[in-house]
């Protein structure tokens, strides 16, 4: 076989993996070995190549921010600070129709600023907000559509592990990246901000009967204040000394740490024993973030050495689809393979294979990321995988709200991502506009 025919051979047999439930990780860096095996002849070489690409990965500064951001969300998860974001969102959009439902995803953006984890997102607010949408009238469906829709602006909105991954795998900054999300990420929400007060004010029945008055969550200035205060603070001190040029990514994240720290022992809301669970989670995922990046850069060099992305790229340029034709296609496969597979997954199959092709033709890689990350996205509310639906109901404690209830009411949600998508596609100046 010739190494364009084994690296292809080696990647169905990784997809085929991947659908069968081979841990992605896993699937990645076997079917790289014994690609680069086939390819070179010596199972040897191929050991030390793929450990020479695992040492060169994790050794780079710029991996640091991986578990610093992580060590942030979780963090700020457990200083309450998603609690005062919705008590603080609810009170501003309360004479609004739909004021509750729209004061989630607010609050959603709000955390998503300060923690970039969709799944941390969508745990949070399935414990704080479906219980109080449905005590105040509305339906489980919509209320927990609400929390997975508006979850996904964790993954948009910096900072972003979804954008942190991108970068490392393009070589692009994690910095630029981070800016292009604001406008994108601040647009989305106010689609579904809009999205939910016109569905109340034209079909209110869709949200629930008997909406109860939302004038009861009206909190005084000193509330306001003492909930909104801090977590105004943590976003200015990471997302400003980014923006500002003060810190690198790497220096935010460890200082959005410290501050997240302080602010939790002056609320006394973070104990020794949630700290040390903090590090023991936080541990956990920077692990498996790690397995994922290395697999992705075992995966790039089987398929460098293969020469399948040179030959794809040969082939793609030569078709007569076009620019729009590749671009359309490739968002079409991101959205299609969510059904199935994670997002980071989807990202590290996807990209390495098609960064030839896109820096032979020119893209703007930071654009191209923000369009990656919507429409990966999408594939965390569309069926049947949709990790943010099964998050939700895992953290819900009702056996009567199904996953089937929970998959259609994040269905408009996944319709408004597709118009923000659209959007991007037609106006790349609203990812690149502050870069």
């Known amino acids: 076989m010739s190494p364009f025919e084994i690296g292809l051979a080696s990647f169905g047999a990784m997809i085929v993996m991947v659908y069968f439930g081979f841990w992605v990780p896993f699937a990645l860096m076997l079917s790289s070995y014994v690609g680069v095996w086939m390819i070179k002849g010596s199972p040897l070489l191929a050991g030390k190549l793929l450990a020479l690409a695992a040492s060169e ?17 979780y963090l700020v998860s457990v200083t309450g600070m998603g609690r005062d974001a919705f008590d603080v969102a609810n009170h501003v959009f309360r004479r609004l129709s739909g004021g509750l439902a729209i004061g989630t995803v607010g609050a959603n953006a709000i955390f998503a600023a300060i923690t970039g984890i969709s799944i941390a997102s969508a745990a949070v607010f399935t414990r704080i907000a479906v219980p109080e949408m449905m005590r105040r009238g ?48 601040l647009l989305l929400a106010l689609i579904f901000g809009l999205g ?50 003060f810190f690198t990514p790497i220096e935010a994240g460890a200082v959005g740490c410290a501050g997240a720290i302080l602010i939790g022992l002056l609320r006394r809301s973070l104990s020794w024993r949630d700290f040390f669970q903090v590090l ?34 040969s082939f793609v340029t030569e078709s007569d689809i076009g620019y729009w034709g590749i671009i359309i296609a490739y968002v079409g496969l991101v959205i299609l393979m969510g059904t199935l597979l994670d997002s980071s997954s989807i990202m590290l199959i996807l990209v390495p294979l098609m960064l030839p092709v896109l820096v032979s033709m020119n893209v703007d890689l930071i654009w191209f990321g923000i369009v990656t990350i919507i429409a990966v996205e999408i594939g965390l509310l569309t069926p049947p995988f949709g990790i943010s639906v099964f998050v939700i109901k895992s953290a819900l404690d009702d056996p009567s709200i199904t996953l089937g209830d929970i998959f259609r009411g994040a269905a408009p949600f996944a319709l408004m991502m597709l118009l923000l998508l659209a959007l991007v596609l037609a106006f790349p100046i609203l990812a690149t506009a502050l870069v």
């Open 57 to 73: 990965t994790i050794s780079s500064y710029f991996f640091g921010v991986v578990p610093l951001f992580v060590l942030m969300g």
């Open 138 to 185: 509305y339906s489980p469906r919509f209320s927990t559509g609400v929390v997975a829709g508006s979850s996904v602006l964790g993954m948009l909105i910096p900072p972003s592990l979804l954008l942190i991954l991108y970068g490392l795998l393009t070589e692009q900054s994690v910095g630029d990246l981070f800016i292009a999300g604001v406008i994108p990420g």
């Open 196 to 245: 939910i007060w016109l569905t109340a004010r034209l079909r209110p029945h869709a949200l629930g009967d008997n909406i109860a008055t939302e004038d009861s969550a009206e909190l005084t200035r000193q509330q306001v204040l003492f909930k909104g205060l801090p977590i105004a603070t943590l976003i200015a001190l990471v997302l400003g000394g980014i923006y500002g040029g």
């Open 280 to 313: 023991n989670d936080t541990g956990l995922v920077t692990a498996a973030i790690s397995f994922l990046i290395i697999a992705a850069q075992m995966y790039s060099r089987m398929l460098a050495l293969s020469g399948v992305p040179a030959e794809f790229g």
